[in-house]
C-alpha cells in the first residue's frame, strides 16, 4: 500500500503528534508498505524533498500562534506535481490545519479516501480565545467546525483514547464509527538496558545531578498553557524545602521556557535541559526515578507510555488521558491537588520498596503499546476506508447508467 502522511509538525520537532506519526511510519514500513510524508518546513521557505526518506516539506509561514508553529499556503501547486506521481492509495491526515485542508482537497481531486487522526482536545483550549466572554457560543461554533471536518470530509476517523471517542460521541453526538486505536510507542529505546552506567553518569554530571539525588521528570512542550508547568514548579518547592535531594528535570523547548527559567533562577534544584534531539530523548528518561505531569490538554499522553518503559513510575493528574496507561498504585499514582501530588512524591521517595515493586510494574505494562500492533490496526482502518471508497464509486456509477 502507497500511504500519504499529511502533518503540520515533523522531526525535528518533538511533540506527541510527532511521536505518534513516527512510529506510525515505522510500524507501516516494517509490514512492507511504503510511506510518504507531507509537511511543513520549519527552518526555511523552500520546498525540500527527500526521495529516500520520502518526506516533502512544503514552505511555511509565521503563524503568530507559536513561535515554532506555521502555516502552508492551502493548495501548494509545486508540491501536487510531486504527489501524484506518488499514486497514493490512502491519504492520512494528522492536523485540521493548512495541511489538513490541502490532503483533503487532494483527495478530492484524485479520489483518494482519506482518512483523519484527530490529535487535540480544542475544548480544553478554547478559554484562550474567548478570555470568558462568548463561552457557549464559542462551544457551538467548535463543535460544529469539528463534527463537520471529522465526518462529513473523512472516510475514516481515528482517536487515540476513550476520552477523545466520548468527546464526539456523547458530547456531540456523532453518529458515525470512531475507531479508538491508542498511538504505538517503540517501547524498546527507552529501556534501561540500552544504557551504560557510564554514559548515564556522564550526563548527570553535565546536569549537575549526584546519584544520590531523587528525580522527578518532565518530558514536554514548555507552554503553560497547555501543561499546567507552575502546578508541578510550586509543589517542587515545597518538596525541595522538605529533601534536598529531590531535583526537577524538566526536558523540552517552548514559548514560555525563558519565563519558567527566570522565575525559577533561584531555586537550583529545578534543571532545564531546552531542546533535546529526538534520538537522544531516551538517554534522558534514565535520569529520572519518578515521571510527572499536571497536564489537562493531553488526548493521550505518550510521554506518560515513555516513562513507564523507562521503568519510572508515574505521577499524573487524575486525567481521562492518562487512564489508558496508568494504573493508580499499580505503575502510576494519581492527584487532583498540590496536597496529593507532594503525597504522592513524598510516598514514592520514602517506600523504597513501593517504589520498585511499582517501576517494575511500570516497565511490564508499557509492553501494551508496542509499536508492533499499531500499524495492524491502522492498516484495517485504511482497508475500510479503501472498501467504502470503492462502494461509493460504484454506486455513482450505478446512478449514472441509470440516467
Known sequence: MRIGIFTEVYKPYVSGVVTSILMLKKSLEDLGHTVYVVTINMDKMKYEYDDKNKILKVPGIESGIYDQFKVSPIYPIRSTSIIRKWKLDIIHTHTE????????????????????????????????????????????????LTKFYCDKTVSELIVPTKKTYDLFKIKYGMEREVNIIPTGIDVDRFKKSNFSKNEINELKNKLGISKDDFVLLLVSRISEEQKNIKFLIDCHKVLSRKFKNIKFLVVGDGPDL??????????????????????????????????????????QGLTVIEGMAASLPVVCMNDDSFKIAVIEDYNGLFFKNKREYINAITTLYKDKNKYLMMSKQALKSSSQFSVKFYGQRILEVYKRAIDSSKESLLTKLKKIIKK
Open 97 to 144: 490545519g493548512s495541511m489538513g485542508l490541502y490532503g483533503r482537497l487532494l483527495s478530492k481531486q484524485f479520489n483518494i479516501p482519506i482518512v483523519h487522526t484527530y490529535h487535540t482536545m480544542y475544548e480544553d483550549y478554547m478559554y484562550l480565545v474567548t478570555k470568558g466572554h462568548f463561552d457557549k457560543p464559542a462551544h457551538k461554533v467548535l463543535e460544529y
Open 258 to 299: 525563558e519565563y519558567f527559567k527566570d522565575l525559577t533562577k533561584d531555586n537550583k534544584s529545578i534543571i532545564y535541559t531546552g531542546m533535546v534531539p529526538w534520538n537522544e530523548v531516551a538517554k534522558y528518561y534514565q535520569i529520572g526515578n519518578v515521571f510527572v505531569t499536571a497536564s489537562k490538554t493531553e488526548t
